[in-house]
C-alpha cells in the first residue's frame, strides 16, 4: 500500500502567503524527501531531512519530520506563482533497497 | 556533469506493439530505479537495478514488462505487447549508493501514450 499520503491534496493561497503541506507515512525510515513537479515535467529535489534530523532549511523552505508521529511538512514562505506545482513526499525505508516511496503529491497554486 | 537523461521524452505507440524507453544515470551512478505515474498520481516504484543486476522488481508487472542496466550504456525499460493502460509518464532516477539513503536524481521522464 501507498505509504506516503500528502495533505491536502490540493491548496490555493495568494502570493506572498505561506504554504504548509503535510505528509504521513507509516514505516521506519532512513530519510524523508521533497520534489516539487511541475506540470507535464520532471522532479526537482528539494530537500532531504534524515531520520535524526527534526528540522531543516534551505531558502524559503522549511521542512519537520516527527518520528514519533511519522509525519513530515514542507512549508513555503512568502510564496511566488512560480511556486505553483504539486509537491510530493518521498520515504526511503529502512528495510529493504532504496526505492523511494511517494505520496499522491498536494497541487498548490499561487494566486497572483 | 549532465542530470539523468532519458529519450524519448515523448512517445507513441499503437496497441500490441513494444516501446523501449531508456535512461542514462548520472555519470558516476550506478543505481538506476524506474517509476511509473499515472495522471494526477504519485510516483510508482518499479524496478531497481545496478550494473547489469536487477536487484528489487517488486513494483514490475509480471508480463510484458522487462528492465535490463548493461555494463555499458542506458538502461531500458521494454513494455511488449503495449495495451491502452500502459499510458503513463515512466521516469528514472539514479544515484551514487543504494541502501543507506541518499538523494536520488530524476530525469525528466518519457511520456507514453498508446493509441
Known amino acids: 500500500s501507498q505509504q506516503g499520503e500528502e495533505d491536502p491534496q490540493a491548496l490555493s493561497i495568494q502570493e506572498g502567503e505561506n504554504a504548509t503541506m503535510n505528509c504521513s507515512y507509516k514505516t521506519s525510515i532512513n530519510n524523508l524527501q521533497w520534489y516539487r513537479q511541475n506540470s507535464g515535467r520532471g522532479l526537482v529535489h528539494l530537500i532531504l531531512i534524515r531520520s535524526n534530523e527534526r528540522e531543516k532549511h534551505s531558502g524559503r523552505l522549511r521542512v519537520t519530520l516527527d518520528t514519533s508521529k511519522k509525519s513530515s511538512s514542507l512549508l513555503i514562505t512568502a510564496s511566488r506563482a512560480a511556486d505553483t506545482a504539486s509537491y510530493f513526499c518521498a520515504t526511503d525505508a529502512i528495510q529493504g533497497a532504496q526505492k523511494l516511496v511517494f505520496g499522491q503529491g498536494t497541487r498548490l497554486t499561487i494566486n497572483p | 556533469n549532465a542530470g539523468v537523461m532519458q529519450n524519448p521524452r515523448h512517445l507513441v505507440r499503437r496497441r500490441g506493439q513494444e516501446a523501449r524507453l531508456r535512461c542514462s544515470p548520472m555519470?558516476?551512478?550506478?543505481?538506476v530505479y524506474w517509476y511509473r505515474q499515472l495522471p494526477e498520481e504519485g510516483l510508482k516504484f518499479m524496478v531497481y537495478l545496478q550494473k547489469e543486476n536487477i536487484i528489487d522488481e517488486s513494483g514490475m508487472p509480471k508480463e510484458r514488462f522487462s528492465a535490463e542496466f548493461p555494463k555499458e550504456g542506458p538502461s531500458i525499460l521494454r513494455i511488449q505487447q503495449v495495451v491502452r493502460g500502459d499510458s503513463a509518464a515512466y521516469f528514472c532516477a539514479s544515484s551514487p549508493t543504494g541502501r543507506g539513503g541518499g538523494e536520488a536524481f530524476f530525469g525528466q521522464g518519457t511520456r507514453l501514450t498508446v493509441v
Open positions: 555519470k558516476g551512478h550506478s543505481h
